[in-house]
């Protein structure tokens, strides 16, 4: 039995993409041991038109990948037509989930300030910090609901869930992802990534002042500009041409403005896969940081949750290589009776502790409005956030200060204020 629909033969996996909508219904079995790229080599000399699923924020270790037995699709740009059938349910307004963060606030606020320490001290230039939302789920509620209503709430997302568990150990990961990983379709491939956010404002003066004020944001520019030279520096051994522009695009999401690159490119090798493209370019500094090595290293050292499928990329790959990756971020996980909610935030040497708290609320406001539920209150002072300890920091030996951590240094990019450009959609 699926556990995204209540009844035998739902969907085992849903994608929704920029150019079609995949379902996948039932899964074959695989090697969950086997390297990914081997997995779904193996699955298409197998017969399997496509593999899906999430790469996990270390695909060495939390890759999920499922095969499916049957598979639907369309051409429908976005609209879920395909995804409305497969997990039909009315999603209730109220069902009663009371969020509570892990780790609270204010320690995730002390971890940033732990972070900017080894930043400062050049030990990195950037990290990605995450923090997350955690509820019981009620018993009467169907996870296909869940999945409908963030659908529904965000319908030019890139929306994904996929069944990773079993019918005596449930587990769902789903989200409605702005960010493109990578797109091939023969040898044009596309990534679209974003970096430097603003919160959006209910009030329309004061959001159009936010987008104006990132698209000159010297500290968001800084952050976005290492993930724009890193996804190009990545691609550009496979491309015969890549076209990178100078400036970003103020791209809007219901509850956030990021600055977005659209970068293009020709492959040189049409052999070369959509999942090989994903893997090369993953953890990106939108998700990781810079250096890559070390930042993984810092996050691992920090985060007291870990990420399992959050942030990893999610997606498609069909049988010609052509397939579509976005980053599982505006994500939730559901194991059991418990309902987790990721977001993160890009810590570069100017940011401020307070900021990323708000940056990460906003971002969790796209699944919580989504699902019915309040936001935890998790207001504080500057002062309550500086003195905020890190649990296990006061004990000898407990954690090496991510400040001392021995780790290589890269230079940082040089950047210019942008005017701004509404992007396209």
């Not at 491939?189 to 698209?215: F, K, M, T």
């Not at 780790?407 to 942008?418: L, T």
């Amino acid at each position: 039995m699926s556990a995204l629909a209540p009844t035998p033969g739902g969907a085992s996996a849903i994608y929704r993409g920029s150019q079609r909508t995949v379902v996948a219904f039932g899964r074959r079995r695989t090697d969950a041991t086997a390297p990914v790229l081997q997995r779904i080599a193996a699955a298409h000399d197998d017969g399997a038109p496509l593999v899906l699923g999430s790469l996990g924020f270390d695909p060495a270790r939390d890759a999920h990948l499922i095969v499916p037995a049957r598979v639907a699709t369309t051409d429908t740009l976005r609209e879920g037509v395909q995804a409305r059938t497969a997990v039909a349910a009315t999603a209730p307004r109220d069902v009663g989930l009371r969020f509570v963060p892990e780790p609270e606030a204010h320690v995730f606020g002390a971890l940033v300030d732990e972070a900017l320490d080894a930043l400062r001290a050049g030990r990195l230039d950037k990290v990605v910090l995450a923090r997350t939302l955690v509820a019981d789920l009620p018993p009467d509620v169907p996870r296909a609901a869940l999945v409908q209503a963030l659908f529904d709430a965000n319908p030019t997302a890139f929306g994904f869930a996929f069944d990773l568990g079993t019918t005596a150990d449930p587990r769902v990961f789903f989200g409605a992802s702005p960010e493109l990983l990578i797109r091939r379709v023969g040898t044009a491939v596309r990534s679209v990534p974003l970096a430097g956010s603003l919160p959006r404002s209910a009030d329309p003066e004061v959001d159009r002042a936010r987008a104006a004020a990132l698209a000159t944001s010297t500290k968001d520019l800084g952050e976005h500009r290492f993930v724009v030279d890193a996804i190009a520096a990545a691609l550009g051994p496979f491309c015969r041409s890549l076209r990178v522009p100078d400036r970003p695009d103020v791209v809007a999401t219901p509850t956030m403005w990021h600055l977005g690159t659209t970068i293009e490119g020709v492959l040189d090798d049409p052999t070369v896969t959509s999942a090989e493209l994903a893997l090369a370019l993953h953890p990106t500094p939108a998700v990781g940081g810079v250096p890559t090595a070390d930042a993984v290293a810092a996050i691992e050292a920090l985060e007291p949750v870990p990420r399992g499928p959050f942030a990893g990329p999610v997606g498609w790959t069909d049988a010609t290589g052509d397939g579509e990756w976005a980053l599982g971020i505006r994500s939730a996980e559901i194991v059991g009776r418990t309902i987790r909610l990721f977001a993160g935030a890009g810590i570069v040497a100017d940011s401020e502790p307070e900021r990323e708290i708000e940056e990460t609320g906003a971002k969790f406001r796209t699944l919580l409005r989504a699902l019915g539920a309040a936001e935890p209150v998790s207001q504080m002072s500057v002062s309550a956030v500086r003195g905020a300890s890190v649990p296990g920091s006061s004990e000898p030996g407990a954690r090496t200060p991510v400040s001392q951590m021995s780790m290589s240094k890269s230079s940082a990019p040089s950047v210019e204020p942008v005017a701004f450009r509404s992007a396209a959609k």
